[in-house]
């Protein structure tokens, strides 16, 4: 069976969609007919100091000669261009959005991000996407080939169908807290209707950015809802099932998303959604499924949710269209046979 190594940034374990992708892909290749081999990289990325390139080189010479290796975007899009020279590895990069369309970066932050990714995409055999919209992103805007282009949706596992919190109705929200999250526009919008019965909880971690955490807390006292919205911290994956399984709607607020595991989950759940139409947002939620509003929109993210809490038709209709759509969404079997297709490519292409 060919191998593939996979270099990833940082703590596998980590309870973020990239990394769930990661493990998940790594646990499915076999299956589908590769080796996965990991291959540890600095958790500084994207923002490596000398010494972690310096890792990352010696790294990458300890790889056998000719062997096809998958470098997550987190890193691959921030490698300067002299790392790769002299080697004789097949590279497939893996995007799960640009780095400079993330949240709250400098000017000159998203024209370094811009410039670097270009550049080590132009120096890929393959490039695996995780949505349709982020590979016309990285064909528009960074000028790589349809060709060179594959797109491997996150997978979902068949859930039981969620049964709501009862009277009280859980709104819940699955994400790290960061900017480009929007958990300050969604805490602005449930302000909005505290006329209303509900309860909220956001899961994600609140370690990843503290200055973000403590915003986010400022803001719930501000409006006086300490006893309604609870940040909820990381959960695992059973932690995680559980809390879906009791929701009765799900609401995020990102700025922008690159897929949106979190948002497939929900559908897969059958939980009808409220989320901004930022990124793949509106590739990944069907519109009979959920009600999309315009981002860094707070007023239009209360009048959604009220609708849904109130309009017990409309909820109904959503659920039941949430329901049917994550019935028919890839599992990982399906996403690592896509990305094999891109390793199969990148060694025929050497060949």
């Not at 998303?257 to 939980?271: D, N, Q, R, S, T």
Request: hydrophobic share 45%; with cysteine.
């Amino acid at each position: 069976m060919p191998e593939v190594w996979f270099a990833i940034p940082g703590d596998p374990a980590t309870l973020t969609g990239g990394y769930v992708y990661a493990r998940r892909l790594m646990e499915a290749l076999p299956a589908v007919g590769w080796t996965p081999r990991l291959v540890s990289w600095p958790g500084s990325f994207p923002n490596p100091t000398d010494a972690d390139l310096v890792t990352v080189r010696e790294s990458l010479e300890k790889i056998p000669p000719g062997a096809t290796v998958l470098i997550d975007g987190l890193a691959f899009g921030a490698l300067p261009t002299n790392i790769l020279v002299g080697l004789t590895l097949r590279i497939v990069a893996l995007v799960h959005h640009p780095l400079a369309r993330e949240s709250g970066l400098s000017t000159a932050d998203v024209q370094r991000f811009e410039k670097s990714e270009r550049a080590a995409l132009a120096r890929a055999s393959r490039v695996v996407t995780t949505s349709e919209m982020t590979a016309r992103t990285l064909i528009q805007d960074f000028g790589v080939s349809r060709a060179r282009i594959h797109v491997a949706l996150p997978g979902t596992e068949r859930s039981p169908r969620a049964q709501g919190a009862g009277d009280v109705p859980l709104i819940l929200t699955v994400g790290t807290l960061t900017p480009r999250k929007g958990h300050d526009v969604l805490i602005a919008a449930l302000a909005q209707i505290a006329d209303l019965a509900w309860s909220s909880r956001i899961v994600g971690s609140k370690e990843r950015d503290l200055p973000t955490t403590a915003a986010l807390r400022h803001l719930i006292d501000l409006h006086g809802l300490g006893k309604r919205i609870t940040l909820a911290g990381e959960m695992g994956a059973g932690g995680l099932r559980e809390i879906y399984h009791r929701a009765d709607v799900f609401a995020l607020a990102s700025r922008y998303e690159g897929y949106g595991m979190v948002f497939a989950e929900a559908l897969a759940h059958g939980l009808p959604i409220v989320a901004c139409a930022a990124g793949a947002v509106t590739d990944t939620v069907s519109a009979d499924a959920g009600l999309l509003v315009s981002p860094d929109d707070a007023r239009a993210l209360a009048a959604a949710l009220r609708r849904v809490l109130t309009d017990h038709t409309l909820r109904l209709r959503l659920k039941d269209a949430a329901w049917r759509h994550g019935q028919t969404l890839p599992q990982w079997r399906d996403t690592a046979v896509a990305v094999a297709g891109a390793l199969s490519q990148a060694m025929e292409a050497a060949a």
